[in-house]
């Protein structure tokens, strides 16, 4: 079954520092989200994806958040500059339509130190 | 200051019977529904879904059912089994472009 990629699995980075979260949406599916979720918290909406631009971001996608589709296949989130807060599991998800269900990834687990 | 997480109910069953997890969702606007199961380590799976026009629908194994009245998603295990333990969640589609709202979850856990 087609499912979700997400790269690295495990990234620590240090406050101040951009990372860069990687994704391999599934291969027919054209709208692409990214969710987070703190430790012990719920999972929350970031952004959503389609036709090359954002449909939809909640208000903690903020200035220091980007999203990039930079070829066929990938989809990134960039953290500028990053936060101790900002330590989180990050999901990445994709669906055919949407009005569709969400096919989640694994998740990159960001530690900011 | 730190974070208070959240404290997840807990459900224990035992191996072979049914489970039964509720959700109240808050918006009544939302009109698609989903319930996810989380297991440690890994990313919400999709288990099944139900539209507004719909009160009961089922999967295998698995049947929600939507209480728009009271604003209240059941998600019922038929012959639950130890592999079912995990996190479910639900979570409502308020019609945002598929932006979903979770709800907080509720472990379950499944004794042999």
């Known amino acids: 079954e087609p499912e979700v990629t997400q790269t690295p699995s495990h990234q620590v980075t240090q406050m101040g520092q951009e990372v860069i979260l990687r994704c391999v949406p599934i291969s027919n599916h054209l709208y692409f989200y990214w969710y987070r979720q703190i430790l012990g918290q719920k999972v929350e909406f970031l952004v959503s994806f389609y036709n090359n631009e954002i449909s939809e971001k909640s208000e903690i996608f903020d200035d220091q958040f980007s999203v990039e589709r930079p070829d066929g296949s990938n989809f990134t989130l960039k953290i500028r500059s990053t936060k101790l807060e900002d330590s989180a599991m990050y999901f990445c998800?994709?669906?055919?339509?949407?009005?569709?269900?969400?096919?989640f990834g694994n998740g990159t687990r960001l530690t900011v130190t | 200051g730190e974070s208070v997480g959240l404290h997840l109910p807990t459900l224990s069953v035992q191996e072979g019977d049914n489970s039964i997890i509720n959700c109240a969702y808050s918006n009544s606007a939302s009109d698609y529904f989903i319930w996810y199961k989380q297991e440690s380590g890994k990313g919400p799976q999709f288990i099944i879904d139900i539209r507004s026009n719909m009160d009961k629908r089922q999967g295998q194994r698995v049947t929600v059912l939507l209480n728009k009245t009271v604003k209240h998603l059941s998600l019922q295990i038929a012959a639950t089994q130890p592999g079912d333990s995990a996190v479910y969640f639900c979570a409502e589609n308020n019609n945002a472009g598929n932006m979903l709202t979770f709800g907080g979850g509720t472990r379950l856990m499944v004794k042999p």
């Open positions: 998800a994709s669906s055919t339509d949407s009005d569709s269900p969400l096919h």
